[in-house]
């Protein structure tokens, strides 16, 4: 599917940085930030990528050093995305939505659930120690990327 090139865009790793920057950011903190990233994407043992949501199984994780496919792809970066992780099912799915109040109502339905971590993701977080992480992405918003096809897996 090609992405409609007047969209702002983000890149998949940078996504899943600011979901988990998200998720660090509602923690005790009581692991340093950079830790909890590493920790966040080293678990990931299978991505699925769509054009508005990314799947990821967690497992074993990845061989250090490996990177997971799709990190370079680009995704919308208008309206809203939300993360929602069911730990003791090993998955988490963020979901994109065009306005707020919809991805608002989604939020409540899911909480409504109890059974995971849901939040909307804060797209303007920044890394403390960027330089230290950088194996995995630099958070940057893509605005103006050349026109890119999203791989899709089935």
């Given at each position: 599917m090609v992405m409609d090139p007047t969209l702002p865009r983000i890149k998949v790793r940078d996504l899943l940085m600011q979901a988990f920057l998200t998720g660090w950011e509602r923690s005790d903190k009581s692991t340093s930030q950079d830790?909890?990233?590493?920790?966040s994407i080293q678990v990931i043992e299978m991505l699925q990528v769509e054009p508005e949501n990314l799947y990821a199984e967690e497992g074993l994780g990845l061989p250090d050093g490996e990177e997971v496919d799709h990190l370079d792809d680009?995704?919308?970066a208008d309206g809203f995305w939300?993360?929602?992780?069911?730990?003791?099912?090993?998955?988490?799915l963020i979901q994109w939505y065009p306005d707020e109040a919809s991805a608002n109502a989604k939020?409540?339905?899911l909480e409504e659930l109890g059974d995971g971590k849901q939040?909307?993701?804060d797209l303007t977080l920044k890394r403390?120690?960027?330089s230290e992480a950088e194996n995995f992405g630099n958070s940057n918003r893509c605005s103006?990327?050349?026109e890119t096809n999203v791989n899709v897996l089935s």
């Open positions: 830790e909890y990233l590493q920790s680009l995704l919308r939300l993360y929602y992780g069911v730990e003791a099912e090993n998955f988490f939020l409540a339905q939040y909307l993701v403390a120690n960027p103006s990327a050349p």
